[in-house]
């Protein structure tokens, strides 16, 4: 029975998706459009799920423009208007959400019920049973099951000339290890404190969005202002200091300014949200505003919840197995910053023993659902110059070797897992003070 507290249900949800495109994402994952049980209901969001998957801005006058032709179907002009104006709040929507849900089930079993009888043999009743639980079943998948469209969209991209190869980082020779930065994957990147794993990341992320790739950056240690004076430091060879002292020449200045241009025309995103809750819904409204290629999580510690009571260890992995999913569902790429272990620094009495996987902080969970896992090493003494220059008087530098031990300028990649290629250790140059790193 249609009640008229249901129809207001289905409207308030229905508004508030208007309202606030932000929450089509969570609407998208939780309910399909044979849930409404109005029709009009049921076309208006269908309507809404494909203009947002058609990246156009949703409103009320786009939405009667775009939907012209049909708009009497869906109740006409003033009815659409009327559903627009039934919006509730963001914390009442996905309680609203479940309340169609439980609706929709309670309305399949009730109709199995009513078309059960006694002149049914056992056959029928199974029959009718066994498609009732399915139906059931479907409301909790985020899409339906179809066996058919994973051996077509198999195919498709095997004949496909011009297919996905996954993302260029600029450095030549990880790429060549990794098969580029691939979408569904979950990369991470590790290196003990100091070595240059957000330098690294921030250098990757800045030459893929100059690329024209669609890029989120998540850093929880620096505001935008540093992210961006460490990609404009890198790509015009300036020192780093002089960003952070304000001496940067009105020449140079002008240089950056163009380069943020740049930046802004391919639309990279720097967050600073902390709540990796809340940094997903970001990643998930951006990728229903613009298509997304890449997104860069900087380091994983820092979007732990401090309120939790569980081991860190649960707390990071948790962390790991969502932003693995979210590789797979939204079919991006996702690279993971992390720590290394404190106590790898005194690691069989040697301060700068090259790292393993095992070194990652917390490691566990991390290695386990990284499909790829780059270590990063140099030699930091070499950041004193008096170490540096004892070091050479002695005949123990040499700038031409690609072993960070030996060469200041260099910083090794080590390639320690990777389910779809080879490993090993790549030689790329270092540039801490302006923030570089570059092929060699």
């Not at 208007?81 to 309680?95: G, I, K, L, N, P």
């Not at 779809?420 to 060699?440: E, P, Q, T, V, Y």
Request: glycine share 4%; net charge negative.
């Amino acid at each position: 029975m249609l009640t008229s507290q249901h129809i207001e249900l289905e409207q308030s949800i229905l508004g508030t998706m208007f309202v606030n495109p932000g929450l089509i994402p969570k609407a998208n994952e939780n309910i399909k459009k044979y849930m409404f049980q109005v029709e009009n209901h049921s076309m208006i969001y269908e309507g809404i799920i494909k203009m947002a998957d058609d990246k156009k801005e949703i409103d009320l006058i786009n939405f009667l423009e775009n939907y012209k032709e049909i708009i009497k179907l869906m109740g006409g002009v003033s009815y659409v208007s009327e559903v627009y104006s039934c919006s509730s709040t963001d914390v009442a929507f996905e309680t609203k959400l479940e309340l169609l849900i439980k609706a929709y089930k309670k309305r399949i079993v009730l109709n199995l019920c009513s078309h059960v009888s006694d002149e049914m043999t056992i056959e029928d009743m199974e029959n009718k049973l066994s498609n009732t639980l399915i139906n059931l079943y479907n409301c909790t998948l985020k899409k339906d099951l179809n066996i058919e469209d994973i051996y077509d969209n198999y195919l498709k991209n095997l004949y496909e000339i011009n297919k996905d190869m996954g993302v260029k980082s600029g450095l030549t020779k990880i790429d060549d290890v990794l098969g580029n930065f691939r979408r569904g994957r979950l990369i991470t990147v590790f290196a003990r404190s100091g070595v240059g794993k957000s330098i690294f990341s921030i250098q990757v992320a800045k030459n893929m969005a100059l690329s024209g790739h669609n890029v989120i950056y998540g850093s929880a240690e620096m505001s935008e202002d540093e992210v961006l004076n460490r990609m404009a430091a890198s790509q015009f060879n300036i020192d780093n200091n002089r960003f952070e002292k304000d001496l940067l020449t009105d020449e140079e200045k002008d240089k950056v300014s163009e380069f943020c241009s740049k930046l802004l025309s391919s639309m990279l995103y720097i967050s600073t949200e902390t709540s990796i809750d809340k940094f997903i819904n970001e990643i998930k409204v951006y990728k229903l505003k613009n298509n997304l290629d890449i997104i860069f999580l900087d380091y994983i510690n820092k979007y732990v919840d401090p309120s939790s009571s569980a081991k860190l260890t649960e707390k990071l992995g948790e962390i790991t197995s969502r932003l693995k999913t979210l590789a797979i569902e939204e079919n991006i790429c996702v690279v993971l910053v992390a720590q290394a272990n404190r106590n790898v620094d005194r690691n069989n009495g040697e301060v700068y023993e090259i790292l393993t996987e095992a070194d990652i902080q917390d490691s566990a969970r991390i290695e386990q659902d990284s499909d790829q896992i780059i270590g990063l090493y140099r030699d930091k003494r070499f950041d004193d110059r008096a170490y540096k220059d004892n070091k050479f008087r002695e005949g123990k530098v040499d700038y031409d070797s690609k072993d960070a031990k030996e060469n200041p300028n260099c910083i090794n990649a080590i390639i320690l897992k990777n389910r779809h290629g080879g490993r090993g250790i790549k030689a790329l140059r270092w540039d801490g003070n302006i923030c570089k790193i570059s092929n060699m």
